[in-house]
């Protein structure tokens, strides 16, 4: 076998697999996170601080989901919009590494509050609840607006560049590896 047909081969398969292998995925991603959303939205549950932490999380993993995988789909398809429009790749960019980010941060808030609300000194108790977690969300969604507002400089759409949709600079590549490190990796649940 020559290598050009074994890189055709490498080729297709590469499309079958972006085709085919994030659609499980979604299903199940859509499963797990509608029943997160039906268990978190209980009466009895609303009020706990931790609770509410983790239903923004839920949310946030379904942007996460729905971005990630059908960008993936539609590339397989080769009916990919980010690669020609530069206001949807810098978009999809933002929302998707946005909620990545929210939801990692999101399970680390609760996870606070988890300890806060089981501390035995009852002056640390008093900071687990529902205003709290909501002022943790606001911050958090301005921190990450103004972390991933990057995106919509660095983001380009180029069908010549693999991927087509991605940092068009050394400079914002090297930014997103370090915001990924900092963001990301070094939080305590990663």
């Known amino acids: 076998m ?30 797990g996170n509608t029943l997160n959303v039906y268990v978190f939205t209980r ?10 932490l983790f239903l923004c999380s839920t949310i946030a993993n379904f942007f996460a989901l729905f971005v990630g995988l059908l960008a993936r789909v539609t590339l397989g398809f ?18 998707l590494q946005s909620s990545q980010f929210m939801s990692i941060w999101l399970i680390t808030l609760a996870t606070v509050d988890r300890y806060l609300s089981s501390s035995r000194n009852a002056k640390v108790r008093q900071y687990s609840n529902q205003k709290g977690a909501y002022r943790a969300i606001m911050v958090l969604v301005v921190t990450t607006c103004i ?15 693999v991927p087509p949709c991605t940092d068009h600079t050394d400079a914002c590549k090297t930014n997103a590896v370090i915001y990924l490190i900092l963001g990301q990796c070094l939080t305590p649940v990663a």
């Open 2 to 31: 020559s290598s050009t047909a074994i890189m055709r081969l490498l080729g297709d398969m590469t499309t079958q697999m972006n085709r085919y292998a994030p659609l499980p995925m979604l299903l199940l991603g859509l499963i």
């Open 147 to 161: 972390i991933h507002g990057r995106v919509f400089y660095c983001s380009t759409a180029d069908v010549r560049q």
């Open 43 to 52: 009466k009895a549950l609303r009020k706990n601080p931790c609770v509410i």
């Open 78 to 95: 080769g009916s990919d919009p980010t690669v020609y429009n530069q206001a949807i790749c810098k978009l999809k960019f933002f929302v």
